[in-house]
């Protein structure tokens, strides 16, 4: 997505609310910040209510925020889910909380991301992420990603998976295209497409015409 993206920010740090702003809207984006999950949906409901067509293309929201700084995000994020179908969410937040990740992944993958504070050291990464999330991807820190990732049971399909193929499809559930793993494990396109149909074989999902088959292996993967 190459044009201007709106975003909207909840999170409690008016620092980091007002940098990642101004992070933003240098870049030539819309973006708005609220400081907690109360006030970012009404921020939502106002704008679906008299401008639908200014709705933003990314959510972003910190987990842990007032009153209570336990889980008012994760949850905030969820009813954003399920009142809004379709609108990317990006969890910003600066713990790895597992279990609140697989909840919000529960429901449909696409657009949903999670990233850790202390892990995005560029601003174009973070950007990108927003971009993908806006284009309907799955964006997941690896750190989440191996948190999720639960032991595999004996007789688990995911066993008769080679080593490369389990980092493919771990890359794969950070939400990474093909040509992104290529890249990152210095292979050729083809060598990771044998890797996926591989994948696709050995945890017995054929193709069916009516399931995304990579989303299927992912949610194997992270047991949601």
Do not use: C, H
């Not at 907690?36 to 972003?60: C, F, H, K, N, Y």
């Not at 991301?113 to 284009?135: I, N, T, W």
């Amino acid at each position: 997505m190459d044009g201007k993206l709106r975003v909207l920010v909840a999170d409690d740090s008016a620092i980091l609310r007002e940098g990642l702003l101004g992070l933003l809207t240098r870049r030539g984006w819309l973006a708005q910040g609220v400081a907690d999950g109360t006030a970012l949906l009404s921020q939502l409901r106002e704008i679906s209510q008299s401008e639908p067509d200014a709705m933003p293309d990314v959510v972003v929201i910190d987990i842990r925020m007032p009153p209570t700084f336990t889980d008012e995000g994760l949850r905030a994020a969820l009813e954003v889910r399920e009142t809004y179908p379709g609108l990317p969410v990006l969890l910003f937040s600066q713990y790895v909380e597992a279990a609140y990740a697989s909840k919000l992944l529960a429901g449909s993958p696409a657009g949903v991301g999670y990233l850790l504070k202390d892990r995005v050291a560029d601003v174009g990464e973070f950007s990108a992420a927003l971009q993908r999330l806006a284009a309907g991807e799955t964006v997941l820190d690896p750190e989440v990603v191996s948190q999720l990732v639960r032991t595999s049971k004996p007789g688990s399909p995911l066993l008769r998976l080679t080593p490369r193929e389990r980092e493919v499809l771990e890359l794969m559930a950070e939400g990474r295209s093909n040509a992104a793993i290529a890249a990152q494990l210095y292979l050729s396109a083809g060598a990771v497409e044998k890797n996926v149909a591989a994948i696709f074989q050995k945890l017995d999902l054929p193709q069916t015409g009516t399931e995304n088959r990579r989303v299927l292996a992912v949610r194997q993967f992270l047991g949601i």
